[in-house]
Protein backbone atom coordinates (compact mmCIF):
# COMPACT_ATOMS: atom_id res chain seq x y z
CA UNK A 1 0.00 0.00 0.00
CA UNK A 2 1.82 3.01 -1.16
CA UNK A 3 1.68 6.11 1.95
CA UNK A 4 1.88 9.78 0.79
CA UNK A 5 3.42 11.80 3.31
CA UNK A 6 2.91 15.43 2.47
CA UNK A 7 5.25 18.32 4.73
CA UNK A 8 5.60 21.98 4.54
CA UNK A 9 2.72 24.60 4.27
CA UNK A 10 1.47 27.21 6.59
CA UNK A 11 0.90 30.68 7.15
CA UNK A 12 2.50 33.10 4.60
CA UNK A 13 1.52 36.71 3.59
CA UNK A 14 0.82 37.46 0.15
CA UNK A 15 3.63 37.72 -2.31
CA UNK A 16 5.39 35.53 -0.14
CA UNK A 17 6.42 31.86 -1.13
CA UNK A 18 6.31 28.01 0.44
CA UNK A 19 7.49 24.54 -0.66
CA UNK A 20 5.56 21.33 -0.25
CA UNK A 21 7.00 18.30 -0.25
CA UNK A 22 5.28 14.72 -0.42
CA UNK A 23 7.29 11.44 -0.55
CA UNK A 24 5.77 7.67 -0.49
CA UNK A 25 6.43 5.11 2.11
CA UNK A 26 10.15 3.64 0.81
CA UNK A 27 8.98 3.67 -2.44
CA UNK A 28 10.28 5.45 -5.35
CA UNK A 29 7.48 7.18 -7.81
CA UNK A 30 9.28 5.72 -10.72
CA UNK A 31 6.38 4.91 -13.47
CA UNK A 32 4.43 7.22 -11.28
CA UNK A 33 2.39 10.39 -12.24
CA UNK A 34 2.46 12.38 -9.23
CA UNK A 35 0.20 15.90 -8.94
CA UNK A 36 -1.16 18.65 -6.34
CA UNK A 37 -5.01 19.64 -6.04
CA UNK A 38 -5.94 21.83 -3.43
CA UNK A 39 -9.23 22.60 -1.91
CA UNK A 40 -10.79 25.31 -0.35
CA UNK A 41 -13.68 25.66 1.83
CA UNK A 42 -16.82 25.78 0.24
CA UNK A 43 -15.22 24.78 -2.84
CA UNK A 44 -14.15 21.86 -4.92
CA UNK A 45 -11.16 20.08 -5.12
CA UNK A 46 -9.03 21.40 -8.51
CA UNK A 47 -5.84 20.69 -9.84
CA UNK A 48 -2.86 22.39 -9.16
CA UNK A 49 0.11 21.06 -10.84
CA UNK A 50 1.35 17.12 -11.83
CA UNK A 51 4.95 15.73 -12.62
CA UNK A 52 4.90 12.51 -15.17
CA UNK A 53 8.68 10.88 -13.84
CA UNK A 54 9.37 9.39 -16.95
CA UNK A 55 10.18 12.00 -18.67
CA UNK A 56 9.92 14.39 -16.14
CA UNK A 57 7.05 16.57 -17.94
CA UNK A 58 5.20 19.08 -15.92
CA UNK A 59 1.71 20.11 -15.94
CA UNK A 60 0.21 23.47 -14.24
CA UNK A 61 -3.76 25.08 -13.30
CA UNK A 62 -3.48 28.14 -15.03
CA UNK A 63 -4.19 29.74 -11.74
CA UNK A 64 -0.60 28.80 -10.73
CA UNK A 65 1.47 28.86 -13.89
CA UNK A 66 4.34 30.89 -13.68
CA UNK A 67 4.19 31.55 -10.29
CA UNK A 68 4.56 27.57 -8.75
CA UNK A 69 7.01 24.92 -10.16
CA UNK A 70 7.03 21.31 -9.47
CA UNK A 71 10.17 19.44 -9.68
CA UNK A 72 11.00 15.90 -8.30
CA UNK A 73 14.38 14.61 -6.04
CA UNK A 74 17.11 12.60 -8.30
CA UNK A 75 16.31 9.48 -6.56
CA UNK A 76 12.81 9.93 -7.42
CA UNK A 77 11.48 9.55 -4.11
CA UNK A 78 9.75 12.92 -3.05
CA UNK A 79 7.82 15.27 -5.39
CA UNK A 80 7.96 18.58 -4.39
CA UNK A 81 5.62 21.84 -5.15
CA UNK A 82 7.70 25.16 -4.95
CA UNK A 83 4.73 28.37 -4.54
CA UNK A 84 5.93 32.10 -5.29
CA UNK A 85 4.36 34.82 -4.81
CA UNK A 86 1.26 33.73 -3.39
CA UNK A 87 -2.33 35.05 -3.27
CA UNK A 88 -4.79 35.17 -0.89
CA UNK A 89 -7.01 32.60 -3.33
CA UNK A 90 -4.26 30.28 -2.91
CA UNK A 91 -5.58 29.15 0.58
CA UNK A 92 -6.48 25.77 0.84
CA UNK A 93 -5.54 22.33 2.13
CA UNK A 94 -3.26 21.09 -0.68
CA UNK A 95 -3.26 17.15 -1.23
CA UNK A 96 -0.93 15.08 -3.07
CA UNK A 97 -1.85 12.13 -5.11
CA UNK A 98 -0.10 9.80 -6.82
CA UNK A 99 -0.84 7.25 -9.63
CA UNK A 100 0.94 4.48 -11.81
CA UNK A 101 -1.55 3.75 -13.68
CA UNK A 102 -3.68 7.43 -14.95
CA UNK A 103 -3.53 7.74 -18.89
CA UNK A 104 -2.67 11.30 -20.26
CA UNK A 105 -6.22 12.72 -20.58
CA UNK A 106 -6.98 12.29 -16.94
CA UNK A 107 -3.92 14.03 -15.26
CA UNK A 108 -5.75 17.44 -14.30
CA UNK A 109 -8.30 15.29 -13.17
CA UNK A 110 -8.53 13.71 -9.14
CA UNK A 111 -10.52 10.58 -10.71
CA UNK A 112 -8.07 8.50 -11.29
CA UNK A 113 -5.57 8.92 -8.76
CA UNK A 114 -5.40 5.99 -6.58
CA UNK A 115 -3.86 7.21 -3.74
CA UNK A 116 -3.84 10.24 -1.43
CA UNK A 117 -1.88 12.06 1.07
CA UNK A 118 -3.81 13.53 3.68
CA UNK A 119 -3.37 16.96 3.62
CA UNK A 120 -1.51 20.37 4.28
CA UNK A 121 -3.04 23.79 5.22
CA UNK A 122 -2.08 26.29 3.05
CA UNK A 123 -3.01 29.70 4.25
CA UNK A 124 -2.05 32.68 2.45
CA UNK A 125 -2.80 36.44 4.56
CA UNK A 126 -3.67 39.72 2.73
Known amino acids: QVQLVESGGGLVQAGGSLSLSCAAN????????TAWFRQAPGKEREFVAA????????YYADSVKGRFTISGDNAKTTVLLQMNSLKPEDTAVYYC???????????????????WGQGTQVTVSS
Open 97 to 115: AASRTIIQSSIRSGIQYAH
Open 26 to 33: GRTFSGYV
Open 51 to 58: LKWNGRYT
